[in-house]
Every structure is written in structure tokens, then in C-alpha cells.
């Protein structure tokens, strides 16, 4: 009866612990994995759509500026401006860091605005360059506005679809934080108790071998 209840307790303790050590593994990985994706994929999606969105606005605006009258020399170099300010390396690094399908269906969708967008620049430098502001004016305000808002939108969405994964991935390091330790922790009280339970037993409940009185 001894031998079996130390048995008993033995096996008991041998899968609890392996209940414990699947359970930490578990946390710690799915802790490492989120951390993971939040580097390598989260954060510089975030760096690349957010200076990517800067730069885009900003060449807006130097565009507006060519509207207005300039020598030939200050126009020429405000188109310089615009063309070095590119965001052509920043979507480039975006694609290296795209893990999931819809992430990679907004930047398709992107990409696609961004061409059409793309397409309206060298009409726009040509009107400027020949100083004919005025139909530089209807092209920027035409179907110049409505593909760069189009692009913008794109854009804007790629940057916001990586706040939300932020968000959640940055939650989801909290929680295991949080609550990792006490599911730990109270497997190992777990563990305690029912050992104890069960060495009660075995001391108390007729776990050690029972005492023959001599025959008289």
C-alpha cells in the first residue's frame, strides 16, 4: 500500500510539473513571439508610413508654393525639392517588414493610387517650368487633388492599420506579463496541496504497512 501511494504521488508531481513547465514555455513563447512581431513588423511599419505620410504632405505643399510666381531659377529648384524628397525607399522598406495578408493588400492597393498619383508630377513640372501657372492651377486642383487624396487615404491606412497592430501587440506583452505568473504560481500552490494531500493520506489513512501481534 506504501509502495502504491508513493507511486501515486510521484506520478502525480512528475505531470504537474511537466503542467507547469508546458504552461511557462507557453507564456514565454507566445510572450517572445509578440515581441518579435512587434519589432521586427509593428514598429518600423510605423517609422515608414508615418515619414512616408510626412514626406507626402510636405511635397504637397512645396507644390502649392510653385503656384505662385517665381523666377525660373526658384522654380526649378522647388521641383528639385520635391523629386529628392521621395518616399519611393521608404515603401521599399515598408515591403520588407509585411507579414500579413491584409497589410499586404492595403500596400497593393497603395502602390496601385501611388501610380496613378505618380502620373500627374511631370505634366504638373512641365506647366510650371513653362510658366503657365494657371493650368499648373486646374491640374493641381483637378486630377491632381483628387489622385493625391486618394494616395494620402491609402497611405493613411497603412499607418493606421499598424497603430491597431501596435495596440493589440502591445496589450497582449501586458497580459501575458500579468497573468503568466499567476497561472504559474497557482499550479505550483496546486501542486503543494495535493501533494500534501495525498502525504496525509498515506501517513494517516493506512498508507504505512500495518503491525502483526506474535500468535500467543
Known sequence: MYKRELLTVSLFAAVTFLLVAGAGWFAVDRLHQTSKMLVIDTLPGLVDAGLAEERLHENRHVMHEMLAPHSAAERAQMIRLVTTNSVEDLWLNYAGSIYAPEDRENYQAMLLVRSNYLQTLPPFF??????????????????????????????????????????????????SLQYAPWLIGGLCVLVFLLGLALGLRSGLGGGLPSIRRPPK
Open 126 to 175: 512641365d506647366l510650371v517650368t513653362a510658366g503657365k501657372l494657371a493650368e499648373a492651377a486646374t491640374l493641381f486642383y483637378g486630377d491632381q487633388s483628387r489622385s493625391f487624396q486618394s494616395y494620402d487615404a491609402a497611405a493613411k491606412k497603412i499607418f493606421d492599420y499598424n497603430v491597431q497592430q501596435g495596440f493589440h501587440r502591445g496589450k497582449s506583452i501586458l497580459n
